[in-house]
């Protein structure tokens, strides 16, 4: 569940059946959303006039003024990883939209190849910041537990991408790969939200 500070949580996402080429996560609804991934989205915003004066004229909705400094989310991320049999599964962020992992930029991995024997659950907290001036998406990735082993994740500097904000929507969308195929691996994306930091 989604706090008080949330901004967007994704639609639910179908699980991942024995992917073994980086997927991204899809809408459950696939008869009105066949090909919509499960993504949020950063606001989109109009950008300070030179002068510093905000404009009286309303932005378009859903854009709100750009701060004059950096604009900063915690994203969430929870699911779980059932293997058909003892393998790894790697999970990583993209910026887009796009149910095609290629039509998207690859931002972090936030596990890469972790093993798992058996079913278990995962969660990644992450900070990421925008500057309007670089347009750097950037952020460290805090914590999280994966894999079979229960491993804490040593935070990782996101060194980010160029995005631009200023009256764009941008989204994020998560895939998934498993390293080896078995028709009963199965990888569940419970929740994926982003807040205001």
Do not use: C
Request: aromatic share 8%; charged share 10%; hydrophobic share 45%.
């Amino acid at each position: 569940m989604a706090s008080s500070n949330a901004i967007y949580t994704a639609k639910n996402a179908a699980p991942l059946v024995n992917p073994v080429a980086a997927t991204v996560f899809i809408v459950t609804d696939t008869v009105a959303h066949p090909t919509l991934a499960a993504a949020v989205y950063l606001p989109d915003y109009e950008a300070y006039p030179a002068s510093g004066v905000i404009s009286t004229e309303a932005p378009p909705v859903p854009a709100v003024n750009a701060p004059p400094g950096v604009t900063t989310w915690e994203i969430k991320v929870k699911g779980r990883v059932t293997p058909g049999v003892s393998g790894t599964f790697t999970l990583a962020l993209q910026v887009g939209n796009s149910t095609t992992p290629g039509s998207n930029t690859a931002l972090v991995t936030l596990q890469s190849a972790v093993t798992y024997a058996t079913s278990q659950n995962f969660w990644h907290d992450l900070i990421l910041s925008w500057d309007p001036t670089s347009q750097l998406l950037s952020g460290q990735t805090i914590s999280g537990v994966q894999g079979s082993t229960r491993a804490i994740i040593t935070p990782t500097v996101i060194a980010g991408a160029t995005v631009n904000l200023l009256g764009n929507k941008v989204g994020l969308v998560l895939t998934g790969l498993f390293g080896t195929s078995n028709a009963a691996n199965i990888a569940a994306l419970d929740e994926f939200v982003v807040e205001q930091f």
